[in-house]
């Protein structure tokens, strides 16, 4: 039976942090579409299924590497928002189990990592069991023995009857966030008019090397970004497979300078200069495209 209402693809099950993020974004308004990784979130964006969320960078971890490999690829898929989400795990076990009776912790393997120092002090005998994910944990747990507990997302005691939030916040690290990007199907799609957007306006361009052609760090398109009075948020770069050996393709992250004015005509000229500046910044040697505006 159909809903009515717009679909998001998410990377599954429901309670990984990517779902809480999407949540977070797109709220209840939204039916969340599960996928098994972030290809098939990218891989099922279509008209029936408008807008994906995909994690970006970690600030311990740095960069999604599968995020950028994929958006190193021509496509249709367009960069509409982004979400930035505080990682807290919570230590949930079912309804009424106090942490004396704990014998056995379940997560994703990063996750229990994340949260040794805890568990050596807190659970110092618990086995720990390695899951798929944060998410398929705390499913597990519906179905273990009350000596069973789980680290994910917090969301799973909301999505989990059954199940509780014993301890929150475990991590080793308190400083803990992941940066996700909003995608659309294509750069015609834009964003429901019920979201209420309060974050900088900014642009991701892909600058790629002609055909047989290498592709140095672009030095020169850093300059004139900046006399252009364009904010310089980010650069990265991936191997560029399509050209010579060991040549790159590069991402910049641009920002707007009057950085807090999201009208609907600032946004509109916004859009317009980072499509002028793309057109300026092509070369014989390079391709420069426009893979997202928010």
Known sequence: MTTGKMEVAVLGPLGTYTHEAAFKFFGSEVVYNEQDSIADVCGALSSSVPFGIIPQENSIFGTVVETYDILRNTGPNFVRGEIVL?????????KGVKLHQIRKVMSHEQALGQCMDFLADKLPEAVSVKTKSTAAA??????????????????????????????????????????????????????????????????????????????????????????????????????????????????????ASDLHDRSSHRFQAWSQEVESIASKLGTTSRQTHVIGIW
């Open 138 to 255: 705390a499913r597990e747990l519906l179905d273990s023995p009350s000596d069973c507990a789980a680290i994910c997302s917090g969301i799973c005691a909301e999505l989990f009857p059954g199940l509780e939030i014993l301890f929150t916040s475990i991590q080793n690290e308190r400083s803990n966030f992941t940066r996700f990007h909003a995608i659309a199907y294509s750069r015609q799609a834009s964003l429901p008019h019920f979201l209420t957007i309060d974050y900088e306006m900014k642009a991701l361009l892909r600058i790629t090397p002609c055909s047989k052609s290498s592709l140095e760090c672009p030095t020169d398109i850093i300059a004139f970004l900046l006399d252009q009075n364009i904010i310089i948020g980010r650069i990265d770069r991936r191997p560029f497979v399509d050209s010579v050996p060991f040549s790159s393709v590069y991402f910049m992250e641009i920002r």
């Open 86 to 94: 505080k990682i807290n795990h919570c230590l949930i076990v079912k």
